[in-house]
């Protein structure tokens, strides 16, 4: 069964650099999101993509946040400037189309350590 | 605004009990409903789904849950739990329509012991 892939599985970081997570959805899906998790809190969405474009975001999803689809296959979000505050899991989900009750497919995560 | 209320952040059964997870939701609309679970290290695996018909709707691993919009809850249960079942389990909403972003409760986590 096809499968969202994301990495890499944990990426520790310093406060203040930038980070890239990969996500790799599957492949015939047109909606993408991103949501994160923070260690002993509910998952919160931060993000939705559609048609090259964002479709909804949260406001966690600030200025320091970015999200890209570069080429045919890959869907990244970018963390600018990290603060110690995102530390979390981070899943990326795909969904084929909007209609009703279709479900969103995640993936495994992405644990964020900053320090 | 949408929430999600998982009643009990930790559930312990016995191996061969019931397990039953509560969740109730609030919306203006008639949402649709996911289960999700989580085992350790992994990401989040969808359990079974509410949209529209039948309000009983079975799921994988032999967990089903019930829609009932008088109550406003789509409580999750198994009739036998097994040692596997250990997880955490996400009761989550979208409203029909839009871009469709996931609404979580806050989990559950379910200790099953021998």
């Known amino acids: 069964e096809p499968e969202v892939t994301q990495t890499p599985s944990h990426q520790v970081t310093q406060m203040g650099q930038e980070v890239i997570l990969r996500c790799v959805p599957i492949s015939n899906h047109l909606y993408f999101y991103w949501y994160r998790q923070i260690l002993g809190q509910k998952v919160e969405f931060l993000v939705s993509f559609y048609n090259n474009e964002i479709s909804e975001k949260s406001e966690i999803f600030d200025d320091q946040f970015s999200v890209e689809r570069p080429d045919g296959s890959n869907f990244t979000l970018k963390i600018r400037s990290t603060k110690l505050e995102d530390s979390a899991m981070y899943f990326c989900?795909?969904?084929?189309?909007?209609?009703?009750?279709?479900?969103?497919?995640f993936g495994d995560g992405t644990r964020l350590s900053i320090l | 605004a949408q929430s999600v209320t998982q009643l009990g952040s930790h559930v312990s059964v016995s191996e061969g009990a019931l397990v039953l997870l509560r969740c109730n939701y609030s919306?203006?609309?008639?949402?649709?409903l996911f289960w999700y679970v989580q085992y350790p290290n992994q990401g989040l695996q969808l359990l079974l789904k509410?949209?529209?018909?039948?309000?009983l709707v079975k799921g994988i691993n032999g967990f089903e849950a019930e829609f009932k919009k008088s109550e406003t809850s789509f409580h999750l249960t198994k009739p036998s739990a097994h040692m596997s079942d250990a997880a955490e389990y996400f009761c989550a909403v979208i409203l029909s329509g839009g871009y469709n972003k996931l609404i979580f409760g806050a989990g559950t986590r379910l200790a099953v012991h021998p």
């Open positions: 509410y949209t529209t018909g039948a309000t």
């Open positions: 919306s203006s609309v008639p949402p649709y």
């Open positions: 989900a795909s969904r084929r189309d909007k209609q009703g009750g279709q479900p969103q497919h």
